[in-house]
């Protein structure tokens, strides 16, 4: 036992403590920065705070005012200024005072008709901000708590005929949890997966592992194998979701980005018990790959075919969104390589009866040890063959 | 009782026969040579006998019993292709795989230090593996499998990559490790180093033990009914007992008449008032053996 742990411990260490490990586990919250950082430069890029001109020659509003900046708003609105007549917004937009302006029609209380008139493309905020300055004093006579129910809209809940789950419009992370978990896993398996096919691949390459069958059994060393990259996969897990909670718990200071999601217990049981044994099974089959084949190209070309069922309910978001309970969303969330996504996505979504969850964990657990079982024969038989393959008929025979 | 017993081993790839019914015991504190040319079938036997493979048929004891996981801590192997993780500092990477063999972290530092200060790798034990010399390595690979003072080391082709120097230095570490009563098993095909070190060998060809006993005892067995002599003046051209003189630059081959011992012809000598330097029976060296051997299986077959 104590020799799984050193195993476990050296293979542990040997990549989280290298500066490749470091970038990749940076390199994740940097990407979603960076995304973010675009995101606002295009914003901004297609923003223009100049002003905008009105014509209100029929007195619509009465003591116009500038809608206030609004709390949690980067961008100031774009002022609107008021003019007499449509030559001097003509001629203000001719000497660049303004980006476009609006004529307010005399009939717009009835059928909300505005004319804008421009030279150029206005800045994207433009006619949103001037929307926002016609009904801002369009409503503001009226009691506060009524504009601000006007302002604010509905609140749509969706909730389960039991009231076990609901999902309003506001918290829709609900709905992006197990896409990101998905996604988070998908990376984090591979990572694993990857390391440990390298450094099963390595050693049969560099012919330690003559070595160390003569020093530990093979199921030690798989298994020490198999947890330790595990756990670098983990790890790389953990640190994302610390990322990923400073994240959600700064951003609501500078946007809007919704309620938190509330995720109940159950919920990440769920999640934990169909993501654990299923990267159990894909690293130990990972492994098995790894000392089969011959060298690093040809492991990660079958890897790749066995990892891609894993990604196979991505496309089909979609279907198992608004039927979370036809035919295929049950089979893929009980067929235990699509299940890990299937899932919990389809659980956000529908009641899943607790027979198909018992079922699918079972599955996954029950092969989780098959595959750790059979990564160990085959580690066996192959991790000394340098020149052919193992074929399964041999893995399954006494060796 | 034997440290390690191998009884009637076979062992199939495909359809090739790679060891077919090979026995042999190494006995305690003795120094065994595995001969025999490439393919032979050496490094299966000694995988079969480390319980990498599982024999076809046949069995294998060694230390009193089938190999378990506690009696893997009381063996050294040296592989003929070294095993060294390269990506990281020799240190490291020799106290991890001594860590393995059942030794205490502490232990084991301590104990790598001492290693690499004799075998002159100290100042590079910052160092990568990769960075190292082919011979460097080579030590290296010998500290790992010596470290946790085993009671069985098993080396394949312990000589290779190594300098006169180094050479000498290992012989004598495996001459030292003999004293303290480690049994060891040396496999190679360079036979004038088995008949410096090994007490016993046993010659596989072609899977199969084709010599198998005391290195002394089989040189003689070999040996033509001749020996060797140097003496201060020529020879006479007849010698009773003697059918033929070969000369050489240093020595005398004289070939015995049917039914004549070596002691009759120096008595002969003797007589005949020959200042003798040398006089020794001529046993044919180790490679005369394996290449006579080895020829004879091919043209038998």
């Keep these: 036992m104590k020799k799984f742990w050193l195993i476990f411990w050296n293979e542990y260490k040997r990549h989280v403590m290298r500066k490749r490990f470091i970038f990749a586990i940076l390199s994740m919250p940097f990407f979603v920065g960076l995304m973010v950082l675009i995101g606002f430069v295009s914003v901004w890029l297609q923003f223009n705070d100049k002003p905008v001109g009105y014509i209100d020659s029929y007195d619509i509003l009465e003591y116009p005012q500038q809608v206030p900046k609004k709390e949690k708003s980067i961008f100031d609105p774009v002022k609107s200024v008021a003019y007499p007549d449509e030559e001097s917004a003509k001629a203000a937009m001719i000497k660049g005072e303004i980006q476009a302006y609006f004529i307010l029609q005399e009939t717009y209380r009835s059928t909300g008709e505005v004319t804008m008139v421009s030279n150029i493309k206005p800045g994207n905020n433009a006619r949103g901000d001037f929307g926002e300055f016609l009904s801002y004093n369009i409503i503001k006579g009226l009691p506060e708590p009524v504009i601000k129910r006007l302002n604010d809209g509905n609140k749509l809940i969706i909730r389960s005929l039991d009231g076990a789950r609901e999902i309003g419009a506001e918290n829709w992370m609900v709905m992006l949890l197990p896409l990101l978990a998905g996604v988070l896993f998908i990376i984090a398996v591979n990572v694993s997966g990857g390391y440990l096919l390298q450094a099963v691949v390595e050693e049969k390459e560099n012919r330690t592992m003559e070595i160390l069958v003569t020093s530990v059994s093979p199921d030690q060393l798989m298994a020490g194998k198999v947890v330790g990259n595990l756990m670098v996969g983990l790890t790389e897990l953990a640190i994302w979701i610390v990322f990923t909670v400073i994240g959600l718990t700064i951003a609501p200071l500078f946007f809007d980005i919704g309620a938190p999601p509330p995720i109940s217990l159950t919920y990440i049981l769920l999640l934990v018990g169909t993501l654990l044994p299923a990267f159990v099974m894909v690293a130990a089959a990972m492994g098995a790959i790894g000392s089969t084949a011959t060298e690093m190209r040809e492991a990660q070309q079958i890897a790749g075919w066995f990892t891609l069922p894993i990604v196979v309910p991505f496309w089909f978001v979609t279907p198992i969104m608004f039927n979370p309970n036809g035919s295929l969303a049950v089979w893929l969330s009980l067929f235990p390589l699509t299940a890990p996504i299937a899932l919990p996505l389809r659980a956000v979504f529908t009641d899943v009866p607790w027979w198909q969850i018992v079922t699918t964990i079972t599955l996954l657990c029950a092969l989780a040890y098959f595959s750790l079982w059979l990564s160990g024969r085959v580690f066996r038989i192959g991790m000394l063959r340098y020149g052919k393959k193992v074929s399964l008929k041999e893995a399954f025979k006494r060796s | ?301």
């Design chain 2, 1 to 301: 009782m034997a440290t390690i017993n191998v009884e009637n081993i076979s062992k199939t790839f495909g359809s090739l026969l790679a060891v077919n019914n090979v026995s042999f015991n190494v006995e305690p504190g003795e120094i065994f040579g595995l001969l025999g040319p490439n393919g032979a079938g050496k490094t299966t036997s000694i995988r079969i006998i480390l319980d990498i493979f599982k024999p076809d048929s046949g069995k294998v004891s060694i230390l009193g019993g089938p190999m378990n996981e506690e009696k893997k801590n009381k063996i050294g192997y040296l592989p003929e292709e070294r095993g060294l993780y390269q990506d990281i500092p020799l240190e490291r990477c020799l106290v991890y795989l001594a860590t393995l063999k059942g030794i205490e972290e502490t232990e084991a530092k301590k104990r790598v230090a001492e290693y690499l200060e004799r075998f002159d790798l100290f100042s590079s034990r910052k160092k990568k593996v990769k960075e190292l010399s082919k011979g460097m390595q080579q030590k290296a690979q010998l500290i790992t499998t010596l470290i946790h003072k085993p009671e069985v080391v098993i080396i394949d082709e312990p000589f290779s990559a190594l300098d006169p120097v180094n050479t000498q230095m290992v012989k004598d570490l495996l001459r030292e490790e003999r004293a303290k009563g480690t049994t060891i098993i040396m496999c190679t095909h360079q036979m004038h180093q088995v008949e410096e070190l090994a007490d016993r060998i046993a010659l596989i060809d072609k899977g199969k033990t084709v010599l198998y006993g005391p290195l002394n005892k089989i040189r003689r067995q070999f040996a033509s009914e001749a020996v060797i002599v140097r003496a201060l003046q020529d020879l006479p051209a007849n010698l009773s007992g003697v059918t033929e003189i070969i000369k050489n630059n240093s020595h005398t081959v004289l070939h015995l008449a049917p039914g004549k011992t070596p002691q009759e012809i120096l008595r002969v000598l003797v007589e005949q008032n020959i200042s003798i330097e040398q006089f020794e029976i001529a046993l044919p060296t180790l490679d005369e053996i394996f290449i006579q051997v080895v020829n004879h299986a091919g043209a038998t077959k």
